[in-house]
């Protein structure tokens, strides 16, 4: 079992930076696609951007350029910044651990860590 923990979050103005990290005890997260998500109060969570196990990226067009998903397996943590924050950044943000294993989807989720960025 993967126990994700995020950190990073506050406070920011509009158009400053932030770099979230999500950090995995119980087991190692090389081998695991990894998926940062937002949900902002009474809308849906939606994803923001993932990086799968051989490193590549996808982003949601609402962040593309702005934010950089990145991981460093030997700290066994990923990481996303945020550069250029806007108000509509404001929300929970969790990190999501998917292992695929003989076929089965195995996945956990994170407490998420509060950004809010004030206009």
């Known amino acids: 079992q993967v126990h994700l923990v995020e950190s990073g979050g506050g406070l920011v103005q509009a158009g400053g930076s932030l770099r979230l990290s999500c950090s995995a005890s119980?087991?190692?997260?090389?081998?695991?696609?990894i998926a940062w998500y937002r949900q902002a109060p009474g809308k849906q969570r939606e994803l923001v951007a993932i990086i799968n196990n051989d490193g590549k990226t996808k982003y949601a067009d609402a962040v593309k350029d702005r934010f950089t998903i990145s991981r460093d397996d030997a700290k066994n943590t990923v990481y996303l910044q945020l550069n250029s924050l806007k108000s509509e950044d404001t929300a929970l943000y969790l990190c999501?651990?998917?292992?695929?294993?003989?076929?089965?989807?195995?996945?956990?989720w994170g407490q998420g860590t509060q950004v809010t960025v004030s206009s």
């Open positions: 119980g087991s190692s997260l090389s081998t695991n696609h």
């Open positions: 999501k651990s998917i292992a695929i294993v003989d076929g089965f989807s195995f996945q956990y």
